[in-house]
T-cell receptor, first 111, second 111 residues
Framework: DQQVKQNSPSLSVQEGRISILNCDYT??????FLWYKKYPAEGPTFLIS?????DKNEDGRFTVFLNKSAKHLSLHIVPSQPGDSAVYFC??????????FGAGTRLTVKP | EAGVTQSPTHLIKTRGQQATLRCSPI?????VYWYQQALGLGLQFLLW???????NRGNFPPRFSGRQFPNYSSELNVNALELEDSALYLC??????????FGNGTRLTVT
């Protein structure tokens, strides 16, 4: 029961350009969404989050957009840097419940 | 502040054996989550413990079990190991059921 889906296993962009990572969800009870970043041999680390009462949240180079009607969120990284190369996981939770993750998208930023 | 710690880092078992993985949450966190990341797959939700009780479990067979101790640390047990149980097992903790913090995982190899 994959409630959170990341349909692109990988993405490659040039340094300085925009990276757009996408995520879809099926559970309409989800009201909080997060992005995590994972380097090899480390656990995922929190990047940015958004509540369902908002449609956009920014933190420096990272912006998350939420489209509730489409059950879709995206992460924009501008400008992309080689150090951003990692696996990015989308996550979602409903209040009082556990957190579900997508399959991840491997981002490669080329110098 | 110490992060989430998991032990052991690596574990090698043979098919049919039992494996025990341990997790210490961040101080003050009462919720502990377990996820499995098998090769090529995302973070599959396994178990959620909060205040010493199992709150939810993912779509895994009963041979995956665990518990949470009074100090909120947790243990994941996998009985009758199968080759496909080989994966990275990640533990996460949370104080608010919104943002989870991950450990670096236990790499379980079943031969």
């Amino acid at each position: 029961d994959q409630q959170v889906k990341q349909n692109s296993p990988s993405l490659s962009v040039q340094e300085g350009r925009i990276s757009i990572l996408n995520c879809d969800y099926t559970n309409s009870m989800f009201d909080y969404f997060l992005w995590y970043k994972k380097y090899p041999a480390e656990g995922p680390t929190f990047l940015i989050s958004i509540s369902s009462i908002k449609d956009k949240n920014e933190d420096g180079r990272f912006t998350v957009f939420l489209n509730k009607s489409a059950k879709h969120l995206s992460l924009h990284i501008v400008p992309s840097q080689p150090g951003d190369s990692a696996v990015y996981f989308c996550a979602a939770s409903a209040w009082g419940n556990d957190m579900r993750f997508g399959a991840g998208t491997r981002l490669t930023v080329k110098p | 502040e110490a992060g989430v710690t998991q032990s052991p880092t690596h574990l090698i078992k043979t098919r049919g054996q039992q494996a025990t993985l341990r997790c210490s949450p961040i101080s003050g966190h009462t919720s502990v989550y377990w996820y499995q990341q098998a090769l090529g797959l995302g973070l599959q939700f396994l178990l959620w413990y909060d205040e010493g009780e199992e709150r939810n479990r993912g779509n895994f067979p009963p041979r995956f079990s665990g518990r949470q101790f009074p100090n909120y640390s947790s243990e994941l047990n996998v009985n009758a190991l199968e080759l496909e149980d080989s994966a990275l097992y990640l533990c996460a903790s949370s104080s608010n059921r919104r943002r989870v913090h991950f450990g670096n995982g236990t790499r379980l190899t079943v031969t």
